[in-house]
């Protein structure tokens, strides 16, 4: 009997220890609980909006980015976009002078021996590079403008569409001095041009984000290939008939001269 009533005393002391040790311990996390709230606020996301815009062939690829609070460091802060653009889309080089020139956006491809005329299935993936400027209606926000076209495609047996994906791009940040909140973003280095017009390369952060939506998906309008006999036709027919008008009118109303 003796032996049990000290069994009990003994399994209570270990049970008022326990209990002890566990309210002991409970200030100290409750005290870190703080700490790891106010690093996942800092270690907010970026999310990143990709859309197309205007309809037709001749479309907009527009990017936002966001950061999760208010950071005064983006200031000194730079944004570069590292696009792919598939082979059923091109980008225009001489547009991307040309808006470069006027201020527009700033963008540069970066793929050589790139053909505009080629069509889809004779093309390849292009890279373009895209320096993202500050919104000025957002304190945290950046955006990117491009303008992407359709390439022609093979004419298809029966569906009259074709899908091309526009994948989600490379975000990279370079900012002139190390600040914290750039550790819980970057995952790796990736050498790029400091700037559009400086030929200098600087280690450029690749940042993780969040997209808003999946990736972009256009529907490219092909031809049916059952047509190809009247499209033929209807062509020769209409280059003999033009060809023809064109020869009557030189010999009824040209000057000719021996």
Avoid at 155 to 182: A, K, R, Y
Wanted: negative net charge; proline residues 4%.
């Amino acid at each position: 009997m003796a032996v049990r009533v000290a069994a009990v005393r003994a399994v209570a002391w270990l049970l008022l220890g326990a209990a002890t040790g566990l309210t002991r311990g409970s200030p100290a996390v409750l005290g870190a609980a703080p700490s790891d709230a106010g690093t996942r606020a800092m270690c907010s996301e970026i999310t990143l909006r990709q859309e197309v815009l205007k309809d037709g062939f001749h479309r907009d690829l527009l990017i936002k980015v966001k950061f999760g609070e208010s950071i005064e460091d983006l200031q000194t802060c730079r944004l570069l976009i590292k696009q792919d653009i598939p082979a059923g889309l091109f980008v225009d080089p001489y547009e991307l002078a040309s808006l470069r020139e006027r201020n527009i956006t700033e963008a540069v491809m970066v793929s050589e021996n790139f053909d505009i005329e080629a069509p889809n299935y004779l093309s390849k993936e292009s890279e373009v590079l895209i320096y993202a400027r500050q919104d000025s209606q957002c304190v945290d926000c950046f955006q990117a403008f491009l303008p992407v076209h359709y390439r022609y495609h093979r004419p298809h047996s029966h569906d009259g569409e074709t899908s091309i994906v526009v994948n989600h791009p490379d975000l990279l940040m370079f900012c002139d001095q190390e600040f914290p909140i750039l550790k819980c973003w970057a995952h790796s280095k990736v050498a790029a041009p400091c700037a559009l017009e400086n030929e200098d390369i600087c280690q450029w952060n690749k940042m993780k984000y969040k997209s808003v939506y999946k990736n972009v998906t256009l529907q490219v309008p092909v031809g049916l290939t059952i047509h190809t006999s009247l499209v033929c036709s209807v062509t020769l027919f209409v280059t003999i008939l033009c060809s023809t008008l064109i020869l009557v009118a030189v010999f009824k109303y040209g000057y000719f001269s021996l």
